[in-house]
């Protein structure tokens, strides 16, 4: 078992517990199940696990067993008993227990010094020495550390929590293991915390809340990786794409639209084509068609630049876009919104001079403020100064006297704006650095969306110039800029940070109107009407079912405003039910204005 | 020489004289270029022309020494000679004239029976006898009919326009011939008519004007076939999408968004895959992954519909959708906007109850109606009820019995409307009958866009069912509309249509400003921000060129309002110069009012 940390102390650290964590649970199993194989058990994030070849499948009922098992080997106090013994003896000893994947294991010591995979760097010295803990029967090849006895893992709070399964050394020619999984944890409350944030997550899931809300969907017909959005779902994404443009049209951005295919030669030019190499769709037809699906949309904007004569007067020029871009995900690893293939990403370019650089990015950053401002993610932010790899200048595009000058302008505009960006070396994009924006989400998880990047780089390549003051050609500046990102992401995002209850500017369905009985249908229906002409979203449900019925329902979409309309409401004054379940008597009028009011300060 | 009319009478129809006109071209070419070797000279719409391999390019000033030739010819009053020859005696006499295109002609006659290409139907009997015209020294091999004599073409208004390069019997593979066309019409006046729509139509070329008007664009390194569309384009489009969505939303229409990839099951199971075949644009990537790009929206919607369990009470369910859509059309056959790989298609969809596709269809036409009159083209309209053809109802998928009553209610509609639908066979879509409408743009060509299509056949392959009153599943109709087709070809239509002088609300700026000298900036600045806070699209033209020169660049963009801002301007009377250049002194307040009504009322 290899660690992290090679230092085998006393001083116990979390991580070094839930390793040993992973040997007791071994040492459950084993004595549970004596046929078992062992493969590996390493600590992870929240707890560890253990790689094992039983030979029948394990359920609920039997993790409460082996965890019982585990609590009993805690009450014996057993030792973790280190040794340092040779290959050879490792060998024969790995060999009388049975063990074919520590037997592997040794042989890749033997051969190349390490366990590591061929992909990974290894030190290709044979291993002469090899440790290996004893704890009980349980006999394990691990380099440690371990706490001393099992009395040290007493306070733990643990869980053994699923079974999976997980390919031998995760590579999909092994045979296919099974994977305990355990949450680990140094105090109860922690173990309970993190129990109840996974609850939490879970009730979040934007793929349950997704088909709860009836956000979007997916089909067997079409394929993974590519979500269909339903009228709700679109009304969210028309609502945030609508704001974006409000914004950026007042920084003079214009909207422009490109197609979904071009040539390879478009990406061979912009670098793209070797970037995402196999991440690229390519596309032909019987007729002999060669096309490529865009994974980017700056190449195809360029183009648009290039199709006119320019003079240094028309600059700077904005363009904006939100469109799809497609890109070959691994088939195994689409799923939700998170991971497509098809991406509506709000792109957006200024082609400025060297000059108009510093204001156009500031002018970015301001956009980027109203924005998350307006949806609430502003507070609590950091701002990344991503810069290049030193040591790998290779993998950029463009010369390296121009990224010391846009590092520095980016820096400056740091200062400047008070921005407190970090500097983070190897995370620039292909074409240069970029300012990018970190937000934490409500279950604390940080994201990263927005970015500013400078690039000096793609209009030399493209030959992207204008006609200077005296007549003369010079090249362009391309500052790129993410507001939102994908709006699949963006609303994945949005939909696990409110839990489903978007703001009322979001809600696809703003108030929710039904009434008591038949005889109220026309009162509904009027009010609908009126409500409607005022420009909010409303949904009349004429349905029979009790009115109790009709209300639940209406919550469970996480409505805004939840309206039944019976004898009282005749006279125009109105008992409204807010989402939370407070309720508010209210006149017609004000209720409309109050609505209103809230949707334009987006609250 | 083929021709379409067996009949070999003297009423010298227009296209007997058109098709002698290409005789008299070659006898005229024969004698200027006696080397000449003739392929075919056939009558086409509004003249002829005639295939030759010619020792020497042409220019414009050989076609007049040409035309010249052919009005002496005429003047010598030649006789057409018709002789009715053996094949073998043909053979000889083409040889010893040492045209090898005729040769090839006459084996063909030889051994098919027919000149028409392989493809072609063939009634596969030779030939015995062939027909010979002899005009002067030229002879042809030709069925005919062709006048008398020369002297019956005295009336006819002839021109040679231009010189192409065509292959031999169009196929590429064959020698590129020059192609002469000529135009040829019953009197002068209507040639002179003919010339003049033509130069109209080129100065209202839409490709010629999307450049001028900086509209869209194309790039070499995206692709032909594949138009990217500039900002100014953009409002246009998105001007229009609002004005669909705006009607659409009225009657119930909610929006959707669907990717442009789909597994082939899904057109196989819809027809498409079958139905368009090398249409298909096929995507897979490095990684395995195996998609064709949608060719129409249809399929992906019904996914949506199919993703949520439908009950009575929900219908009618009616999507919209504007995406692009990818046809692999021949590679030599795009151009312009009118033939693209990328369609912006603007789809929608009903899902309702037999009981509900009337009042569904209804509604459409009323869509269709609303804004067709909106971009004044509803005057002049006519409707085709486009039915099977029912001689090869294999091509069409869906039972005869749905078809029959599809067709039985499109008929009642027309009826109950009054939209005297004229009755097409053949005309009908792959799973059912449609409404189509025709209109006329202001050049006169027909333009087939709109269409209400009814579907009984898609819902039973894709079982997408709904849960009646009591509780049993039922299939849902669909009904396809389209309200302005594709935003490709609209916008192609609509800078022709309207010589790029575009209505006010789809004008991308509706008022140009500049200041008469540099003291005047001020108040431009401050005018420009008002009506730009009216809503109304403007730009503010600071170049220190001459103020004429500025007028006259306005002018060109086609901009409805041009003001030019001076010290009389400082007390807010605005002289403002419409387009067409007649000019108007207004206060500014009544200025914005006015522009904002146009805009409103769709002027």
């Known amino acids: 078992m290899k660690k992290k940390s090679n230092q085998d102390s006393n001083s116990d650290s979390l991580e070094i517990k839930r390793h040993s964590c992973s040997h007791l649970l071994a040492a459950a199993i084993l004595s549970l199940y004596p046929n078992t194989k062992f493969g590996i058990g390493p600590a992870i994030n929240n707890g560890f696990y253990y790689d094992l070849e039983l030979k029948q499948d394990l359920g609920t009922k039997d993790l409460k067993t082996i965890e019982k098992k585990m609590h009993e080997l805690i009450a014996k106090d057993l030792k973790f008993e280190k040794k340092v013994i040779s290959l050879s003896e490792a060998e024969k000893l790995f060999t009388r227990l049975q063990q074919p994947y520590k037997i592997e294991l040794l042989r890749d010591l033997k051969e190349k010094g390490s366990t590591k995979m061929e992909k990974e760097k290894v030190n290709q010295k044979s291993a002469e020495k090899v440790t290996i803990y004893q704890l009980g029967n349980f006999v394990d090849l691990c380099r440690g550390p371990h706490v001393s006895s099992t009395k040290k893992l007493n306070s733990l709070a643990f869980k053994l929590t699923k079974v999976a399964g997980a390919y031998w050394r995760g590579d999909e020619k092994n045979k296919m293991l099974t994977r305990i999984y355990g949450l680990a944890f140094g105090q109860k409350k922690d173990l309970k915390e993190y129990l109840n944030q996974q609850a939490e997550a879970e009730k979040r899931d934007h793929r349950k809340l997704g088909k709860e809300l009836d956000l979007f969907c997916f089909s067997e017909l079409v394929g993974p990786g590519l979500p269909l959005f339903s009228p709700k779902g679109v009304i969210i994404i028309e609502q945030l794409k609508k704001e974006i443009e409000k914004v950026c049209a007042g920084y003079g951005f214009e909207k422009v639209m490109t197609p979904h295919l071009a040539k390879i030669e478009l990406y061979q030019l912009s670098g793209h084509a070797s970037k995402f190499k196999k991440e690229l769709f390519r596309v032909h037809s019987d007729q002999g068609h060669n096309f490529v699906m865009k994974p980017v949309q700056c190449p195809h904007q360029t183009q648009i630049y290039a199709s006119q004569k320019r003079s240094y007067r028309d600059l700077p020029i904005r363009y904006m876009e939100s469109e799809k871009q497609y890109r070959a995900e691994k088939t195994g690893e689409v799923g939700g919104l998170n991971r497509v293939y098809a991406i509506t990403v709000e792109d957006g370019h200024s082609f400025c001079r060297v000059s108009q650089v510093k204001e156009e990015i500031k002018n970015m950053v301001k956009i980027i403020k109203d924005f ?101 050609d010079e090249y362009v500046v391309m500052v790129h800029r993410a507001i939102l990102g994908s709006y699949e992401r963006f609303l994945a995002l949005l939909i696990e940070h409110f839990a489903g209850a978007f703001p009322i500017w979001l809600s696809p369905i703003q108030v929710y109107l039904t009434p008591v009985g038949e005889k109220h249908i026309p009162l509904a229906q009027k009010l609908e009407k009126e409500i409607k002409e005022a420009g909010i979203r409303t949904e009349l449900d004429l349905n029979s079912e009790t009115v109790s019925y009709r209300v639940r329902k209406a919550e469970k979409q996480k409505i805004p405003y939840i309206l039944v309309l019976g004898d009282k409401e005749k006279q125009g004054n109105l008992n409204i039910r807010k989402r939370g379940g407070q309720t508010e008597q209210i006149q017609k009028q004000d209720f409309i204005k109050k609505i209103l009011e809230e949707i334009s300060q987006k609250k």
Not at 408 to 415: F, G, P, Q, R, V
Not at 420 to 445: H, Q, T, V, W
Not at 448 to 463: C, G, H, S, Y
Request: proline residues 4%; contains cysteine.
């Open 372 to 472: 998350y401002t307006s949806v609430g993610l502003w507070e609590n932010h950091w701002v990344s100064l991503s810069l290049r790899d030193y040591e790998h200048q290779e993998k950029y595009i463009g010369e390296p006297k121009d990224w010391d000058q846009c590092e520095e302008m980016l820096a400056e505009i740091s200062k400047e704006m008070n921005l407190n960006a970090k500097r983070i070396e190897g995370e620039a994009a292909l074409y240069g650095p970029k300012l990018d924006f970190m937000f934490k989400d409500s279950l604390g998880n940080e994201i990263q969306i927005p970015t500013v990047q400078l690039d000096f780089a793609t209009p030399k390549r493209f030959n992207l110039v204008y006609t200077n003051e005296k007549g003369e």
